[in-house]
């Protein structure tokens, strides 16, 4: 009976993952568009509610208006569900009429990119208007009733059974509006032919907006009824949309009772999975649950093909943001590296420490660069293979003796292992495939292997031996105004101008061309007789050797690292900057390190004002959207297009996916 409790009792969580994927079919049906956003928006307005609730003020998402504004003095739960239904119907057609709308027939990374910069936002969002002690300070007091209900030997709270009933409703009435409305078939029909239903008289963007603002409903009215059993955490619950995914898989992003019957089964077996790891004591005390998804997306990808990312009948095609690099790329880099020397070696340690922490997210960009602007593999794991490198690295320097540099290339060797062996999946997939699967792994290897006591050390995480090679002290650590000390902040810079100038030079060189030329079409490169099979691993092998490096550095900069080091979200912020600043040019990079949170920008903005910072990320992810929808070739990227195209050869410039 136990089991069978636990099983009940995941039913909460698996309705809101069902609910999620429902709302992640729907778009995907409107705007072609698996939102990575949906779950950040939702809890936006889950928090907006509860906040309704005990102040009678609605908390506003845009930057530039009124943090909140006062609603009514002691609003009933029926007055605060009514106004956030009407938030959340709003929310949704302005993001698809201001973001999406313009990205329907982008490429998948300008529509991933964008997606990820909301994410991001609304996280931050909530960060700025809840800045005391956040959303642990709400009162999640919901609107089901929580009494246990006895069935037989199994108690479970109604609010459980509620919530699944709920979703299995709200899968009947889209399944009967999607069948038998003017609006579901009009829907249907642009799905299926997006040019023949303009042909009929069919407005797509009228379509979007009615879908997208039912989507929001959906997961906000999730959210807000489960809150009191899953809590309102910003990042852990925008990540709730990787089950979210992988059920909305299942229904190959477009059937809708698979996705209800499979979200509801990966929350009753992740609570059963719980219930397991204390009743059998060889299961490890790791995040077994986050395994769940992760599997089930790579068994979905791997059987399936056809998953609904592409249709028929699109307006346009347009492509990845151009490689193109200036000639200049090589001495601006180096320049730029003297000038950061000159600037430890003169500047007080706020901006050393900036200069320092830029780096070292430079060299995590670089990454990003080689594997998603040059060879067309859109990849989210870069800060679990920054991760496994810097535990790697500790585990060899205090288990094997390792010392500087034999432990961090040990690290770095591990991770561009790692990498090679996650290549496999890209020798199947690409575009929003493979990011899903490498979001995925990246939350289980969070989960799975960081969690781990014996190699990363627990929640204390692990001290990093400092750095030594023939005597010389090149560690960070120093008392007072030495901190951080220059010849780390050296080290890392000539790192990584040596990265910057490699990387460079490879994309110039035969194995550039052949990654460009899988990027634009891997069939004609394979008739040209390219190894694709090749040149995706050895991309995968050099952006997890960056990554590790930028991993083993961070590690030596912290002293002590831990878990919270190398999040999933860590890797979404990575690729929102890459991307901001050019993600096809490996010069960029400098950029998107620069705009890293605690680099320069961060240092910037705090000599202007002790709040600015704060502002940063939320900054940024608007800046992200509106790169995704009007500079998809980012900041580097697009004042060097005009200069650098009429001198790159043709093969260097992408034809067609």
């Known amino acids: 009976m136990q089991h069978l409790t636990y099983l009940l009792l995941g039913l909460g969580s698996g309705a809101v993952i069902a609910a999620l994927g429902l709302g992640l079919v729907v778009t995907q049906r409107a705007s072609r568009v698996v939102n990575l956003a949906h779950a950040a928006a939702g809890m936006y307005v889950a928090v907006a509610y509860y906040e309704l609730r005990a102040t009678g003020e609605l908390v506003l998402?845009?930057?530039?208006?009124?943090?909140?504004?006062?609603?009514?003095?002691?609003?009933?739960?029926?007055?605060?569900?009514?106004?956030?239904?009407?938030?959340?119907?709003?929310?949704?057609?302005?993001?698809?009429?201001?973001?999406?709308?313009?990205?329907r027939t982008s490429h998948p990374l300008a529509r991933l990119v964008a997606s990820l910069g909301l994410l991001l936002y609304f996280i931050s969002i909530v960060g700025l208007r809840l800045p005391n002690q956040g959303t642990s300070t709400l009162n999640l007091d919901g609107p089901l009733p929580s009494r246990l209900i006895s069935l037989g030997d199994v108690r479970a709270p109604l609010d459980r059974y509620l919530l699944a009933g709920l979703v299995v409703v709200a899968a009947g009435v889209l399944s009967l509006l999607y069948r038998f409305t003017r609006l579901g078939l009009a829907t249907r029909a642009s799905a299926e032919n997006e040019r023949g239903a303009v042909l009929l008289g069919i407005s797509p963007h009228a379509i979007g907006v009615v879908n997208w603002a039912l989507a929001t409903v959906l997961g906000a009215m999730a959210l807000i009824l489960a809150a009191p059993s899953i809590r309102l955490d910003p990042g852990t619950t925008s990540l709730l949309v990787v089950p979210a995914v992988a059920a909305a898989l299942v229904g190959r992003l477009r059937a809708i009772w698979p996705t209800v019957f499979a979200g509801l089964a990966i929350g009753m077996l992740q609570s059963e999975l719980l219930n397991l790891q204390t009743e059998w004591d060889w299961l490890p005390d790791i995040g077994l649950q986050q395994g769940v998804p992760f599997v089930l997306i790579l068994a979905t990808l791997g059987l399936r093909r056809d998953l609904g990312f592409e249709r028929r009948g699109v307006t346009q095609h347009t492509h990845l943001p151009p490689a193109t690099d200036p000639r200049l790329a090589v001495p601006v880099t180096v320049a730029l590296g003297i000038g950061a020397v000159v600037a430890v070696m003169l500047t007080d340690g706020s901006w050393r420490l900036g200069i320092t922490i830029s780096a070292i997210a430079s060299l995590f960009a670089l990454s990003i660069v080689v594997i998603t602007g040059l060879v067309g593999q859109i990849s989210l794991a870069t800060y679990a293979l920054a991760g496994l490198a810097a535990f790697a690295m500790v585990r060899f320097a205090d288990d094997a003796g390792l010392g500087f540099p034999l432990a961090p290339a040990a690290g770095v060797l591990v991770a561009a292992i790692v990498a090679t062996i996650t290549s496999l999946p890209a020798?199947?997939?690409?575009?929003?495939?493979?990011?899903?699967?490498?979001?995925?792994?990246?939350?289980?290897?969070?989960?799975?292997?960081?969690?781990?006591?014996?190699?990363?050390?627990?929640?204390?995480?692990?001290?990093?031996?400092?750095?030594?090679?023939?005597?010389?002290?090149?560690?960070?650590?120093?008392?007072?105004?030495?901190?951080?000390?220059?010849?780390?902040?050296?080290?890392?810079?000539?790192?990584?101008?040596?990265?910057?100038?490699?990387?460079?030079?490879?994309?110039?060189?035969?194995?550039?061309?052949?990654?460009?030329?899988?990027?634009?079409?891997?069939?004609?490169?394979?008739?040209?007789?390219?190894?694709?099979?090749?040149?995706?691993?050895?991309?995968?092998?050099?952006?997890?050797?960056?990554?590790?490096?930028?991993?083993?550095?961070?590690?030596?900069?912290?002293?002590?690292?831990?878990?919270?080091?190398?999040?999933?979200?860590?890797?979404?912020?990575?690729?929102?900057?890459?991307?901001?600043?050019?993600?096809?040019?490996?010069?960029?990079?400098?950029?998107?390190?620069?705009?890293?949170?605690?680099?320069?920008?961060?240092v910037a903005l705090d000599q202007i004002s002790d709040s600015a910072s704060s502002y940063q990320f939320a900054v940024n992810g608007l800046l992200l959207v509106v790169a995704a929808v009007r500079f998809p070739d980012g900041i580097v990227g697009r004042r060097s297009r005009s200069s650098a195209s009429t001198q790159s050869p043709p093969d260097e410039r992408p034809h067609g996916h």
């Open 61 to 103: 998402p845009l930057l530039g208006l009124p943090s909140r504004v006062s609603i009514i003095d002691r609003p009933t739960v029926t007055t605060a569900l009514v106004v956030c239904i009407v938030l959340a119907l709003a929310l949704g057609a302005i993001l698809y009429l201001t973001v999406f709308r313009w990205l």
């Open 427 to 602: 020798l199947r997939v690409r575009g929003e495939s493979l990011a899903i699967a490498t979001l995925a792994a990246s939350v289980a290897v969070e989960e799975f292997v960081f969690k781990w006591s014996w190699f990363t050390g627990g929640l204390g995480g692990s001290t990093v031996e400092r750095p030594e090679i023939g005597g010389i002290d090149l560690g960070i650590g120093a008392v007072g105004d030495a901190y951080p000390r220059q010849q780390f902040a050296i080290l890392c810079i000539v790192i990584l101008v040596t990265a910057v100038v490699c990387v460079t030079g490879i994309r110039r060189g035969q194995t550039g061309r052949r990654w460009l030329a899988v990027r634009a079409n891997e069939r004609a490169a394979s008739a040209l007789g390219i190894g694709v099979t090749e040149s995706k691993v050895t991309a995968f092998a050099l952006a997890g050797l960056l990554a590790g490096l930028a991993g083993t550095l961070l590690a030596y900069q912290r002293q002590i690292v831990s878990v919270s080091s190398f999040g999933v979200l860590s890797s979404i912020v990575a690729l929102a900057f890459t991307y901001l600043a050019g993600i096809a040019v490996p010069v960029a990079s400098l950029l998107a390190g620069g705009m890293a949170s605690g680099g320069l920008l961060t």
